[in-house]
């Protein structure tokens, strides 16, 4: 027959109370990664906080990271609104390093160059 004190049932439900923490703690981490696709509203904490218009003439191709020399994932047509996320500094285009992150439909690279803001800059990634 094992006897447990009450010590030993104590520690153990700490024990129980710090993994469910960590777990939730590390799906919280990750939210951004796998962050669903609706946009809150203007002003509020996820991808719709920030938005802009695409300015490039004939669109502007999106990547998988931020820099040109990266994987075309996507495409947002000349005038299209766009959800930002968050600001990065990546490859230059025509001189301007700066690349917002974007959670439109997925999460792309388009740069800041050919993305015109419409309110408050973006926050840095």
Do not use: E, K
């Amino acid at each position: 027959m094992r006897l447990r004190s009450p010590l030993t049932r104590g520690l153990a439900r700490v024990l129980a109370t710090a993994a469910a923490s960590g777990a939730l703690i590390t799906a919280l981490a990750a939210a951004p990664a796998t962050a669903t696709t609706a946009a809150a509203p203007h002003g509020g904490d996820g991808p719709g906080r920030y938005r802009g218009v695409v300015t490039a003439i004939g669109g502007l191709w999106l990547h998988d990271r931020p820099g040109r020399d990266s994987r075309r994932i996507g495409f947002a047509q000349q005038g299209q609104i766009v959800s930002i996320y968050c600001q990065y500094p990546g490859g230059p285009v025509n001189g301007n390093r700066l690349w917002y992150l974007l959670g439109d439909r997925t999460w792309a690279w388009g740069s800041a160059r050919y993305i015109r803001l419409l309110g408050p800059t973006p926050r840095w990634c």
